[in-house]
């Protein structure tokens, strides 16, 4: 396990000698030691992404040539795929098959952003036609320069991925700062992309805490562009940041997707798809589908089978056989995540299942997947992220107030509707205000699709050619192609 920051291509200590701990949420145990990386570390980390930029030529390199780097970190990524897996297990506490998955995606991600790097090289220039015929004109896309990245903790790598894949592919540099709570794996694949020969300064990895090296980051002047995933309070901080330099900013925030299951959707589906949407990853995901909405005719049947099968999930270390469910990322974490069930309980929500620690664990942040009913629409937990593993259930009785349920929220990042009639699930899928909307199912995410969110879920779009724009400029190039004079002014 690797515990310097890596800058210029270099293993460096923290200037200010200090590091923090890294705990197995599983254990409580401390694992590990990281340098808390300060604003002098991002300084020198900015500078040497500023100097591969603009003199060391990485900006001018081609996409075919960014194209064979991005492929040699993904090939690197999958050779160490089953160690970069354990250390995400005892890192951020999910359960080995689903960081396996993680890992994969991530390698997917360099793979994908490595073909369209390929394409930048002829793509993205246009000859514009224009209405005076004595100029012509092009338009060409330039990477935007040194990115910002400061990602969260709960899918560690593939965040890292999302961010730096699409940056290097469009001729970006990049100061990467991971969560402090989770700060292995980045660290693993600057290693990696030392290894694939990456020039130094292309991209710099900061840990640190997120008031040090994270502030640092955003209020660094030589910093051209923020690409923040996180909470909406940080984001918040990161554009207000932004705004003082213009610096170019995207935001993948938080979320609070509604899930609408109508009465014509096949129960034992609906019960395995709201289940995935909710438990996978702890619950610890933005684009949770954590309100879930029943039409009341279904509402009886289904809650018995959810109840049912949501009883039988398996809880424990997430590197033992057969656990699909794992403890928490961090102890503050877990006292959020209870006390938010405790306050619903309190306005008068039913806790139907879960809502505590499972007696046989006594260590580790763990908390036995949760359901929730009767819970009143104006209370945080029906209004605001959990981020754990419990779900809110309501019934509801036709389209039009599922819709209007659903859209209640200041959210916008996903959402999903389940029903056998396609009429409907279009119709419904076009009225959600969400930037992601799963038809007949809850979470599946693809690198070529663009993802992110409406109102305060966040700003711009990752994946996808999407992803790729939010690291590029666009520059018109206009000539006047005659050699007769402009004639602005009469010469006598
Ligand atoms: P967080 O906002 O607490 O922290 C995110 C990152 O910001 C961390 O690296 C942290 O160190 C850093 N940070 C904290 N304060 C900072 C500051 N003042 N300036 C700069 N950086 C600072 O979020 P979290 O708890 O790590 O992650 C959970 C949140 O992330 C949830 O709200 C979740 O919905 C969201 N999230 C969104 C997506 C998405 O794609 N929309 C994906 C994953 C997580």
Not at 140 to 145: I, M
Not at 298 to 314: F, H, W
Request: proline fraction near 5%; charged fraction near 25%.
């Amino acid at each position: 396990m690797r515990s310097e920051l890596f800058i210029d291509g270099k293993w460096t200590q923290a200037a200010a000698q200090r590091s923090f701990d890294v705990v197995n949420p599983a254990t409580e145990e401390v694992i590990h030691k990281v340098a808390a990386g300060t604003a002098e570390d991002i300084d020198a980390a900015v500078s040497a992404a500023r100097r591969a930029f603009d003199h060391d030529g990485w900006s001018k390199t081609s996409g075919a040539e960014r194209g064979r780097y991005l492929r040699a970190i993904a090939n690197g990524i999958r050779r160490r795929q089953t160690e970069l897996a354990r250390l995400e297990v005892i890192d951020n506490g999910k359960p080995f098959p689903e960081a396996e998955w993680d890992v994969g995606d991530a390698a997917g991600c360099f793979e994908f952003y490595a073909s369209l790097a390929e394409q930048l090289d002829n793509q993205f220039e246009e000859r514009l036609e224009l209405p005076d015929a004595r100029f012509t004109s092009k338009v060409v896309k330039e990477p935007v320069g040194v990115a910002g990245a400061i990602i969260p903790w709960n899918y560690p790598l593939l965040m890292a991925a999302w961010k730096a894949a699409p940056a290097l592919a469009a001729g970006c540099t990049m100061v990467l700062k991971p969560s402090e709570l989770t700060p292995l794996t980045a660290l693993e694949l600057a290693a990696i992309a030392d290894e694939a020969g990456l020039p130094p300064g292309v991209l710099n990895v900061v840990t640190g805490l997120g008031s040090e090296a994270g502030q640092g980051l955003t209020e660094h002047p030589g910093v051209d562009k923020l690409a923040f995933t996180g909470s909406v309070p940080t984001g918040s901080k990161v554009m207000a940041a932004a705004a003082r330099d213009i610096k170019r900013v995207s935001l993948e925030l938080g979320g609070k997707s509604p899930f609408i299951v109508f009465e014509d959707a096949d129960i034992e589906q609906a019960v395995e798809w709201i289940m995935f949407g909710i438990f996978w990853n702890q619950g610890q995901v933005c684009s949770a589908t954590s309100r879930v909405l029943v039409q009341e005719t279904l509402y009886p049947s289904l809650m018995a089978r959810l109840t049912e099968e949501t009883r039988k999930i398996t809880i424990g270390n997430g590197l033992d056989e057969g656990v699909l469910l794992g403890p928490l990322v961090s102890e503050k974490q877990y006292q959020q995540v209870t006390s938010a069930v405790a306050s619903a309980r309190e306005a008068g929500a039913t806790v139907v299942a879960g809502g505590k620690r499972p007696d046989s664990l006594t260590t580790g942040y763990y908390l036995e997947p949760t359901i929730l009913t009767d819970v009143p629409l104006e209370i945080a937990a029906w209004t605001e992220e959990i981020f754990g593993p419990v779900v809110c259930i309501r019934p509801f009785g036709d389209e039009a107030e599922a819709i209007a349920l659903a859209n209640d929220s200041r959210f916008g990042l996903a959402a999903a509707v389940m029903s056998k009639d396609d009429g409907r699930a279009e119709r419904v899928a076009a009225s959600l205000r969400a930037g992601i909307v799963w038809i007949n199912c809850s979470q599946p995410t693809f690198t070529e699709a663009p993802w992110g969110g409406y109102k305060q879920s966040g700003i711009g779009r990752e994946l996808g050619r999407w992803g790729l724009e939010n690291y590029l400029e666009t520059k018109q190039i206009t000539k006047y192609a005659t050699d007769a004079p402009w004639g602005w002014y009469i010469k006598d």
